[in-house]
């Protein structure tokens, strides 16, 4: 079999009213996706999606008239046009899901088969005053989730843990709680400083209080030994690297005790290949895996095959905020909305690939280019 051709699709959901990201300092009124497909020879093809593809364009040739399955070669090739161009893993993905189609397997099994499935974490995404956050939080928990991450980003931390005070207090032990700092990195357009390793000690302090599962991203992306010497200082686990572009950087945080929870997304940073060599280092090292997901449904759905078939996490992350971040708004390019079950778990289907099917109505409707 060989590969006949990459296309490259762009599409953009509007969103009224718009989206208040907590780490976003502008209103999203648009939710964009990237659709890669991967045709064969023999009529199958691979999709992926989760990052935008930029710097793609004219690199198709040397991915055309190679064997599909060649994956750690397209792997080499991705990391070269990552290094002079662009992120372009949405295609890793798609490779995937061709892989698995091709051998009539669900990825998850192909990557190791530990499961088929994984609890989830409801991943929220607004800030919210104290009492409609833990109104929030006791709907979460009424949809069968156990265990929920709030956002700090009020301006002032004081206000933050008063909003996670109003949630421990109503919920109880009923949920573990994460805590997104969202101080690793920043949106183009935004100037302000990450907390320096003093402003985060006193809130990691009152986050040990609260008994919240783990601290994410409380410092710089690059603050080594911020993060390794906060870990000395507290308890708590200290979650980091969702946007940590080079693979050889988990090494190096791994090896400097810098974190707790390793967060690559295979959407952004490496694709499935190249973190299922993370996830394997981060369990050999005692670090647990557990991807940031916050792209679309088919970049969560890529993650979780990775995270269920390969390693033992407690979570995945579930980006999902009703009313303002729906599984609709999501995964509005899906057939069928990822959504969890009952027991706030994600099952992940036995189809061929990575188990998803596009939405060919709303992607002629919101096609961009
Ligand atoms: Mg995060």
Known sequence: MKITGIEISHHRLPLDPPFHASWDTQPRVAFDATIVRVTTDEGLVGIGSGDTMTGFAGHERFFVGQDPLAIERHYRILTNIQFHYGRCWPLDLALWDLAGKITGQPVWKLLGGLSDRIPAYASSGTLRQPEALADAAEAYLARGFKALKIRFHRGDWRADIKALEAVRGRIGNRLELMVDCNQGWRMSWDAYAPWTLKEAVPVARELERLGVYWMEEPLHRADREGMRRLREMVDIR????????????????????CLDVLQPDAALVGGITGLRRVAVMAQENNVLFTPHTWTN?????????????????????????????????????????????????????????????????????????
């Open 297 to 369: 449904g088919m970049g969560v759905v890529a993650n979780c095959h990775l995270t269920a078939g390969l390693c033992d996490a407690p979570f995945v992350e579930f980006p999902y905020d009703p009313p303002e971040w729906s599984t609709k708004r999501r995964d509005f390019m899906m057939a069928t909305p990822l959504e969890v079950d009952a027991d706030g778990m994600i099952v992940l289907s036995g189809a061929p690939g990575l188990g998803y099917a596009l939405d060919e109505a709303v992607l002629a409707k919101t096609r961009i280019g």
């Open 238 to 257: 200290i979650a980091g690297g969702e946007m940590t572009r080079e693979l050889s950087e988990f090494r190096d945080l791994i090896r400097d005790g």
